[in-house]
């Protein structure tokens, strides 16, 4: 499908991007589905820039690999040679993830990425007609993977930025109540805040207190902590709780090993069982078993990242509101951005396209259709961001 011309409106349209950032769009005939981004290659060709000046700022992943990732691939040892298949149970990979997370070896559902873990939650737990209640704006996966099982999704609106768009716990309290699954996110993508202290803990309480009342079951819970490692702070242990809940963390984001692909569900043995009839044999290869273990095992390596990834959140921050972008605050690895209209988010992106430097845009439909989401990346690579937010700021001009 072209990367330059957009289709009719498709299933997914409010989570797209805008027409202006290359993309490839999703089917209007197919399934739900995601919008790919375009390619490095893509970006370059219709700019007419070198593809070395392409900088991604889009996919909220960090700039460099950790040391242990290079060692192994260059040493090793892999838990199998690569002419074989991963051990079917990914058991280094299970062990070395259970000591991290402090949870037990029986809790831990191992998948290619979170995205492939929330697919086989939707499998596991979603069927046509049924419910699944999804807080907006959050991660587009949810209703994507939701709506391929023929679940009804009801999207709740979030509070606004002025509550630094929160969960608005009574209304999805209210809407829970014939829900097979309610998909959370904290921090979440793309506002990048957490959830307020006690929030998640409280709706859990009220959902299972009204499933008691009403003689049913309550329904499963996902919450998505795939950048709890810049916060340092996780809510596995309402697990215990809320029986129900599954958290689901990545090696994607603070870990850098996105192009590995790992992402695991954690949950109790009884929640958990029902996904495993899912989960395909040797998604995750051997490769991704050896050095995602070995990562997982260095706390040093990913304290060092995240430590710089939030210093030059900071630095990036302060210097793209010196340039007159308003700059929402964030505990993640990614910035909101709010141009005040469509229109003049469009036309920053479009600006930054031609400048290599590639943007997440968000639907016209989207409720923030007049943000961009920015990647904090290299300190080079911010450099280029900062320098294109002053040419900007003299070329668009005029009141937001």
Known sequence: MSSTIP??????????????TPVTMVSPVG????????TDEQVAERYGIELSQVARFDLNTSPTPPDVALRVLREGPLARPICE????????LVIAAAKV??????????GAGADEVLDLIAKAYLGPGSTALVPVPTYAMYRVVSEQRGAIVRPVPRLGADQRHGLDAPAVREAARTAALVWLCSPNNPTGLPEDDG??????????EDAAASGREPPVVVLDEAYAEFTGQTLLGLREEYPRLIVVRTASKA?????????????RRETLAPIEPYRPPGSVSVVSVSVVAEALADAAALARNVA??????????????????????SVTNFLLVDFGTAQRAAMAAEELLRRG??????????????????????RAENDRLICAAGDLAVEMGGDR
């Not at 997370?101 to 191992?110: A, C, F, Q, S, W």
Request: aromatic content about 10%.
């Open 357 to 378: 430097l590639v943007p997440r845009t968000f639907g016209a439909r989207h409720p923030l259709a007049s943000h961009l989401r920015i990647t904090v990346r290299s």
């Open 31 to 38: 399934p739900a589905s995601y919008a790919w981004e375009a």
């Open 7 to 20: 289709p009719a409106a498709g299933p997914a349209d409010t989570d797209r991007p805008l027409p202006l």
């Open 101 to 110: 997370y402090g949870v037990g070896t029986d809790e831990i559902l191992v």
């Open 199 to 208: 929030a998640v803990a409280s709706l859990l309480a009220a959902l299972a």
């Open 255 to 267: 870990y850098a090993l996105a192009g590995l692909r790992v992402g695991f569900a954690i949950a």
């Open 85 to 92: 298949y991963p051990p079917s149970d990914y058991r280094p």
């Open 308 to 329: 710089y990834l939030s210093a030059e959140r900071e630095r990036l921050a302060a210097e793209l509101t010196a340039a007159g972008w308003s700059i929402g605050p």
